[in-house]
Nanobody, 114 residues
Framework: QVQLVESGGGLVQAGGSLRLSCAAS????????MGWYRQAPGKQRELVAL???????NYADSVRGRFIISRDNAKNTVNLQMNSLKYEDSADYFC????????WGQGTQVTVSS
């Protein structure tokens, strides 16, 4: 059974930081491209960051320079360090294992107060 479990969300003031983690099980983590996505109320889910098995990264323009995605293949975890948070970063954040097939976690909520 595949499980992706996100943690680390919460309430933070603008300018602050949060670190999200995603623990994966039931997949061969080391060969998966892993991603973080987010979805704000009334908006479509959007890509935040991707990391390949080898550690190459890609970021949405809106977070580049503020967020850092990383992975630990030995621990089957992928993290998202979010710095200089803005109100518009508020959303539900989801972890994804790209596969195929693609798997999703249940999400963790991030709220940034202005």
């Amino acid at each position: 059974q595949v499980q992706l479990v996100e943690s680390g969300g919460g309430l933070v003031q603008a300018g602050g930081s949060l670190r999200l983690s995603c623990a994966a099980s039931g997949i061969i983590f080391s060969i998966n491209v892993m991603g973080w996505y987010r979805q704000a109320p009334g908006k479509q889910r959007e890509l935040v960051a991707l990391i390949t098995p080898g550690g190459s990264t890609n970021y949405a323009d809106s977070v580049r320079g503020r967020f850092i995605i990383s992975r630990d293949n030995a621990k089957n975890t992928v993290n998202l360090q979010m710095n200089s948070l803005k109100y518009e970063d508020s959303a539900d954040y989801f972890c994804s294992a790209r596969g195929p097939p693609e798997y999703w976690g249940q999400g963790t909520q991030v709220t940034v107060s202005s």
